[in-house]
């Protein structure tokens, strides 16, 4: 039996026994065709992603595609995400998942993967493995820029849902990136330049 699990603005998630049905939702407000032909791009593109990154880190494992139903079946991965989850954590074990996740995500980036939607609602933890989901805002790049942003945006929600043991536990998200990525000077300095902007941004200016 299918189920309705989780609807966002772009699609919408279906359980059923152990697999996750995604499909990209029609846009009334835009023409057919357009609609028609963004939505297959998108569902392309987030195949491809999964299929690429499936290589190198721990993703839901890609069961079927249907590019003319705009779906995406994959393998159902139960357990909490990082965000019910990580604030619940011993210390050390909390700070072994950041550097872990740190790792990870340089990873994703060493290989010209952008996520595009970094926050801990999109890690799921099952035993002790970090599972990445949704690259549904995922894309290809090779720019500095781009990758700076993705971590900028963890920044983000590690601050505004995790503020208890914010800086501890992004600082070994840091770290764990720092060792792994093939560019991390020139990623980490464009990171400062994008918290910055980000800053002056709040301040009105």
Do not use: W
Request: hydrophobic fraction near 30%; include cysteine.
């Amino acid at each position: 039996m299918k189920t309705l699990i989780a609807q966002g603005a772009e699609a919408k998630l279906y359980k059923e026994e152990n697999t996750l049905i995604k499909e990209r939702i029609k846009k009334n407000y835009r023409h057919e065709e357009i609609d028609s032909r963004i939505r297959k791009t998108n569902t392309r593109r987030e195949y491809k992603l999964l299929n690429k990154a499936s290589k190198i880190i721990s993703v839901p494992k890609v069961l079927g595609y249907n590019e003319k139903e705009y779906k995406i079946t994959m393998e159902f991965i139960p357990g909490l995400t990082l965000r019910d989850t990580l604030d619940n954590i011993p210390t050390k074990k909390r700070l072994e998942l950041c550097e872990q996740l740190g790792k990870e995500i340089a990873r994703l980036h060493n290989l010209g993967i952008i996520h595009g939607d970094l926050t801990t609602s999109n890690f799921i933890l099952k035993e002790d493995k970090i599972y990445f989901i949704d690259f549904g805002l995922g894309f290809h790049s090779t720019k500095i820029e781009d990758k700076a942003v993705d971590l900028h945006l963890l920044r983000q929600a590690f601050e505004s849902k995790h503020y208890k043991h914010f800086e501890q536990s992004f600082e070994a998200v840091m770290k764990g990136y720092k060792e792994e990525s093939k560019q991390s000077k020139e990623i980490l300095d464009r990171f400062d330049i994008v918290e910055k902007r980000g800053r002056y941004k709040k301040k009105g200016c």
